[in-house]
């Protein structure tokens, strides 16, 4: 009955229930898009806290190699579930492909593909980057850009790979590929976040409007979006527990390695790879985000995106905010929060200006536009995830 | 020629000429020889073209055994500067144990010093090396890897507009079913859709990374402050030090006073051009802050070259670049530490010069161990005095702390090199690295010259090139002028 219940509010798609196309195993290839996936988002936040703590960069660092690791796995578990299905496949699993080029195979597998090899594609124009403009001091250059698209497709192309089989699936299979979705949509957020560390990374904008516009825009579309196509109730709030539980791994875990500093000036010592920061407070807006979206199944989508999308953002300001001045305080410069960690280049003269919340928007009216934006935004953001995720949700090949 | 002189200051009493150049002319390198505890040293640098960059150390350990180098590169920044990462250890060459290469990061533009530990059976020494770092160039790309981006761009572009349509055309499909020509025509107008979307997209990436790399240029490739020069119609030249954007732009950074070398704040040079007949190494007086004036000694009539050697607080030197029209002029005699010879017209000698006449008769032989000089090949540049009867000669003198100064200049003025006995940085950088590192200071300041002085150094282009080697004796600066080819 809650089964039935559940599929009613989540969308008006209905589950396949034709038993000859039914899968009832999860494919080795979707448990190669997990290992891509957690190797490249693995690989990233062990980068960027290498980027912080060590320094020194090559392409050869373990965590680009664990980020390359990922479209290396993806690139070639991919071309092979292609080729496999194209020239050796049985008619079943060329009934259940797309054709592309005269290729067949799994839609996600193409868009994994894709990705993959757009990440590696990335690698010679970033070493090009190196030697005509010098080694990273930005994120966001032309071939970085190129290297997250990578990155973003092949988690996206996992998380068809895994929803067209999920759609497909029922009993313990089904069970296991929710799960499994959860998981790698959860790896996609981590990422995300990742991608906006700048901002959301950063505790003292935690009384500023940039902080909740980022976070309006990212967090929503993947909790909405994951959560509807993997058709489980309390799914925003699971993604959110996951990422804060994956996050604060890392957070305590990563210290546990000594590091040196191997760029200078050195104005911190290193003795310990540096954390990336206590996670953002995620899970009072995603709880809300599951009422919401649940109590509110039978309105209209943008009718529950608008409230969804507020109750998200005033949950999340309201739990950060207050959340914000303790984190300034000195009972947070410590294992737990994070806030005595400083990359080497942080001179401890301005140490104070990280235990210390500032203004990113100037004035007042600054700071209200920038939260209507932010209101806008994770509507928006929310809406989207809706839309994406009732598309996933309607896959099958 | 007189009297067009005449004409053309008396009605424009001041000519001004304002010139940009790369600093320390076209030379990159640093060469810097000394001794490390026991053992004695040749240190090669080569600066990374951009920065942030790696730069490559090679070491030749000319006496004494060493086992071990390790270096470490310290920001000068004259304020705040923290402390060196890390040390790493050089790598010693299986085939030529005196021989170790190693790198270093260079995260910034300014001075940084790179501290090396030397040890092996005599002991343990340190050594402290002055290198510049400043971004020269940005690289091309090559044509084989442009065509390779562009046909994986093309490749990416057209398979995700492939996926596009394949997505919305068969991606929801039951499994067995064959598109139907609704599924058809969604799958052609989404593959439209993300055909513009594409097409979107990469001209806006296009715009964005020629915006990114403009902006990468205009902030990061180092450009010599301009030098501007007047001339007042009689005998003196006024100097500026003018600011520029990568100048401007880094002063809150680092310290951009300027500090002695040599006990003077600026050594001017003039070599008439093109024919390098007359050289003159000057010490201006400093007027205020960033200027400068000269009283000109006595020199002839034409235009003249300017190069402007200067350094800042935190050890970075600088060598600007002017062009001056001058009358002749009746000046004193050279006073101080300013000196200038007068020399054959540049490319009248067939061949690499190897005796210089001096003044008082005696001779300045280059003593040249290969035929052929090639570029990249780091050299000491051998020079003696000797009498006409080719006895040496064991009266030099200390030139402003040094043995001698050596300038080398090419043809086409695209080179110009102030090296010292230690090499080619400048002896203020050498005393701050000395303080920071806590090293002994023995780099060639001295108090008795040897009758041979030497000059480490290697030429970076092939060319003609003319070198200056000043010395001093019985109170008299002397300098030989020698020329030499230089191969590929």
Redo the contacts between chains.
């Keep these: 009955m809650a089964e039935t219940a559940r599929i009613t509010f989540q969308s008006p798609v209905i589950v396949?229930e034709?038993s000859s196309?039914r899968a009832t195993a999860v494919p080795w290839y979707i448990w190669s898009s997990v290992v891509a996936v957690t190797s490249t988002t693995f690989g990233l936040y062990w980068d960027i806290s290498w980027h912080i703590g060590i320094?020194?960069d090559t392409f050869w660092t373990p965590a680009h190699v664990a980020i390359q690791l990922g479209a290396v796995i993806t690139g070639l578990s991919c071309a092979y579930l292609i080729l496999h299905t194209t020239f050796g496949g049985s008619a079943?699993s060329k009934?259940?492909s797309?054709?592309?080029?005269g290729l067949r195979g799994p839609?996600g597998a193409?868009?994994a593909a894709?990705g993959g090899?757009?990440m590696l594609?990335s690698a010679?124009?970033d070493n090009?980057w190196h030697?005509?403009?010098?080694?990273?001091?930005m994120i966001l250059?032309?071939p970085h850009?190129i290297l997250i698209l990578g990155i973003f497709m092949m988690g996206f192309g996992g998380l068809v790979l895994t929803t067209?089989q999920l759609n497909?699936s029922t009993g313990v299979a089904r069970e296991r590929l929710t799960r499994i979705l959860l998981y790698n949509g959860c790896l996609l957020l981590c990422l995300l976040f990742m991608l906006g560390l700048e901002y959301i990374g950063d505790q003292t904008l935690m009384h500023s409007a940039i902080y909740y516009r980022v976070l309006g825009m990212a967090a929503p579309i993947l909790l909405v979006g994951i959560g509807r196509a993997s058709g489980r109730r309390w799914a925003a709030t699971i993604l959110a527990a996951i990422y804060t539980g994956l996050w604060l791994a890392g957070n305590w875990i990563f210290p546990l390695f000594p590091a040196?500093?191997?760029?200078?000036?050195?104005?911190t010592?290193i003795t310990h790879m540096v954390p990336l920061g206590f996670p953002v407070l995620l899970l009072p807006g995603a709880i809300v985000l599951d009422i919401v979206l649940d109590r509110f199944a039978a309105r209209g989508d943008n009718w529950k995106a608008l409230v969804a999308g507020t109750g998200f953002l005033v949950a999340t300001v309201a739990a950060n905010w207050p959340f914000a001045y303790f984190m300034m305080s000195r009972y947070a410069r410590n294992w737990i929060f994070a806030m005595n960690e400083f990359g080497?280049d942080m001179?401890p003269?301005q140490y104070h200006l990280a235990w210390t919340l500032r203004a990113y928007e100037k004035t007042h009216v600054e700071f209200w536009v920038g939260m209507l934006i932010a209101l806008i935004a994770t509507g928006i953001s929310t809406r989207i995830g809706m839309f994406w995720g009732d598309?996933m949700r309607?896959?099958?090949? | 020629m007189r009297n067009l002189y005449s004409q053309v200051w008396t009605l424009a009493l001041i000519f001004v000429t304002t010139t940009a150049a790369f600093a320390h002319v076209g030379n990159p390198n640093v060469y810097f020889e000394s001794d490390a505890g026991p053992y004695h040293l040749l240190v090669t640098v080569n600066p990374?073209p951009?920065?942030?960059?790696?730069a490559q150390v090679q070491v030749r350990v000319t006496s004494g055994t060493v086992t071990n180098i390790s270096i470490?590169?310290?920001?000068v920044?004259g304020k705040?500067?923290?402390?060196?990462?890390?040390p790493?250890p050089m790598l010693r060459s299986v085939n030529d144990p005196q021989w170790f290469t190693g790198k270093v990061?260079l995260?910034?533009s300014g001075a940084w010093e790179i501290h090396a530990e030397v040890s092996g059976p005599q002991g343990e020494g340190k050594l402290a090396v002055p290198v510049s770092a400043f971004?020269r160039r940005?690289?091309?790309?090559?044509r084989s890897?442009g065509v390779?981006?562009f046909m994986?761009?093309l490749?990416?572009a057209t398979?995700?507009v492939?996926?596009a349509g394949?997505?919305a055309?068969?991606?929801?499909?039951?499994?067995?079913s064959v598109p139907s020509p609704r599924n058809r025509r969604m799958g052609r107008i989404v593959m439209a859709v993300a055909t513009v979307l594409v097409v979107a997209i990469l001209v806006l990436?296009n715009w964005?990374?020629n915006a990114?790399?403009a902006d990468?240029k205009h902030n990061?490739l180092y450009s010599a402050p301009p030098l501007s020069v007047a001339f007042d119609g009689k005998g003196q030249l006024s100097l500026r030090i003018e600011e520029d954007y990568w100048h401007k732009t880094r002063k809150d950074q680092w310290s951009m006073g300027l500090i002695p070398d040599h006990g003077h704040l600026m050594h001017v040079f003039l070599l008439r051009m093109p024919s390098m007949d007359r050289f003159y190494h000057l010490h201006p007086a400093q007027t205020s802050d960033d200027s400068f004036t000269l009283n000109l000694p006595a020199i002839p009539s034409g235009e003249y070259k300017i190069f402007a050697d200067i350094v800042r607080s935190t050890g970075f030197p600088e060598t600007l670049v002017g062009k001056v029209l001058l009358p002749d002029v009746k000046g004193g005699p050279f006073s101080g530490d300013d000196s200038g010879t007068a020399a054959l017209t540049l490319g009248s000698s067939a061949s690499t010069t190897m005796v210089s006449p001096l003044p008082d008769g005696d001779n300045m032989v280059w003593e040249q161990a290969a035929s052929t000089l090639k570029t990249g090949q780091t050299t000491w540049f051998r020079f003696r005095v000797e009498d006409p009867q080719q006895h040496p000669l064991n009266d030099l003198e200390p030139y402003m702390g040094m043995a001698g100064h050596a300038e080398f200049v090419k043809s086409d003025f695209s080179v110009f090199a102030h090296i010292h006995p230690a090499g080619s940085v400048p002896m203020a950088s050498l005393m701050l690295a000395k303080e920071d590192s806590g090293s002994p200071m023995n780099h060639g300041s001295l108090h008795t010259v040897p009758a041979e002085v030497s000059f480490p150094y290697g030429f970076p282009q092939p060319g003609d090139y003319r070198l200056f080697v000043q010395i001093k004796r019985n109170g008299q600066i002397e300098t030989g002028v020698f020329d030499a080819h230089v191969a590929n």
């Design positions: 396949v034709e196309v320094g020194r079943a009934e259940n797309v054709r592309i080029w839609l193409f868009i894709w090899f757009c594609t010679p124009f090009w030697e005509s403009f010098g080694l990273d001091v250059s032309p850009v067209s497909l040196q500093a191997k760029l200078g000036p050195v104005f010592p080497y001179p003269s598309w309607r896959i099958r090949r | 990374p951009m920065i942030p960059g790696v470490a590169p310290v920001y920044n705040d500067q923290g402390l060196a990462p890390t790493d990061w995260m910034q971004a940005t690289l091309p790309m090559q890897l390779l981006l994986l761009m490749f990416l398979g995700i492939s996926i394949a997505a055309r068969e991606g929801v499909l039951l499994p067995g990436g964005w990374w990114q790399a990468l990061m």
